[in-house]
C-alpha cells in the first residue's frame, strides 16, 4: 500500500478558500500600512539563535522551551523566528537604517515558528502581520500603534475586540520592581508551580505569564507594576491614555499583563476576542526602548505590534471576505477545432488584461458551462463546429442570461461584449 505523508502537526495548510481570506486580509493590512506611512520589511525566517536568546530572554518560554533551534551543517547555531521584532532590529541596525530614516516605520507579513503544543489558534507555524515604529519616545507613537492595530482589526472584520493595555515602566522600574516582587512571594513560594519557582528565581515577572490557576491566585494579590512606575513613566503612561481618548479608542488597564517578552519597557498591550477560547490574544504588542541598545546600537526608543493572523481568521471567519479571482470570461469549446482556436483566443484575451478561463481536457457543454458557473464567470463564449464555420460564437451574459452573437475575430474587442 501506498503511504501518503501528511503535514507536520500544528503547521497547518493555507488551503485556496482561506487563502483567498487571508489574502483580503494581507491587501487590508497594505492600504492601512501605506496610509500611515509604513513600508515593508522582509527578513528571513532563520537567524542566530543568540538574536532571540538576547532580545526575547533567555529566561523566557518562548526561548526556553518553543524555540526552533539547531546546528545547521556549519556546525552555527541558528533558530526559526519565533517572533519578528527581533530580526527587524537586528536588520535595522545591520543597515543603518537610523542614518536613512530618524523615524523609522515598518511593516512585516509572514510565518513564525514556535513549538508549543497544538491547539484551537495555536499552531507550530503561524503568521503575524505586524509594525515596528522605531525612533520615537512619544505617546503618540504609543497611541498611533494602537490606534493602526485596532483599525486593521476592524478593517479585517473583527469587532467586539478588548484592548488592555499596562506600563512596566523604565528598566530601572523593572528591576526596581522584581526586587519588590520576589520578597512579596518569597513566602508563598512553595505554592508556585514548578516552573514559577524557577521564574522566581531567574527572571520573577514572567510568574505574571503563568496560566496555572494556584500561581494566578497568588498573582492577584501580589504588587502590581504600575504602581512601582518612576513619576515619568507614570506621566508617559498617563500621556498614552489621553491621546488614545483623543482618538475615541476604548482600553482597559490590567496591572497583571506584562507580556512574555522580557524586551517590553512602558506601554504593554494586547487585543483579546471572546470568539477565541483560551487563546484568546489576536494581538499583541508594547513598546522597547532598551532593545536598540541591548543589540548594540544606540539608545533608541520604540515600539510595535503583532497581529496573529491565523486567530483573526478564527474569530473572523464568517466576515472576511475571500479575494476569488474573478472570471470576465469562460471559453466553452466544444471540439478539437474549437479548442485550438480557443486557445489562441486565451492567450490574445489574457495579453489584453482579460481574466479569461477554459478547460484543457474534452468535456460536454453541460459540464462546461457548469464550471462557468462554478467559477462565478461574468459571461461566456460558446464555440462549437457550426460556430466555427460560420465564424460567429455565441457570447452569454451569467448575470441577466441574455445572448448575443459575435464574430469570432471579434472576441478580443472586449468593448463589443
Ligand atoms: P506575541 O504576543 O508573542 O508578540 O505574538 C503576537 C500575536 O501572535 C499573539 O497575540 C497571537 O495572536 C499570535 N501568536 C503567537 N503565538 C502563536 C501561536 N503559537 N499560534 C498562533 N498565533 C500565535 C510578539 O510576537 C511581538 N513580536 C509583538 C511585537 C511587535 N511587540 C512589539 N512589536
Redesign the pocket.
Known sequence: MKKVIKGLR?MPDILPGDAGRWQYIENTARTLFAQYGYEEIKTPVLEETALFQRSIGKETD?VQK?MYNFKDRGNRDIALR?????PIVRSYLEHNLDKQMPYCRLYYVGP?F?S?R?QA????Q???I???AIGSASQYADAE?ICLMMKLLEASGLHDTELKINCLGCDKDKEAFEQVLRKALEKQVKCLCEDCVQRHKKNVLRIFDCKNDSCKLILGSAPKIVDHICPDCQAHFNKVKEALESIKIKYSVNPLLV???D??TGTVF??THKNLGS?D????????DGLIDDMGGDRTP???????????LLAARDKIPSCNNDVDLFLVLLGEEAQKKGFKILADLRENGVACQMTHEARSLKSQMRLADRLKAKKVLIIGEDELKNDKAILRDMENKQQKEIKINDVTNTHLW
Open positions: 500544528g518562548i518553543q519565533p517572533e519578528g521584532t527581533a513564525m514556535r508549543e497544538p489558534g495555536r499552531n507550530r503561524f503568521y503575524q505586524g509594525v515596528e500603534v507580556r512574555g517578552l524586551y517590553y494586547e487585543v487563546q490574544a489576536v494581538a499583541a504588542g508594547g513598546r522597547y520604540a515600539c510595535g505590534f503583532a497581529i496573529g493572523v491565523d486567530r483573526l
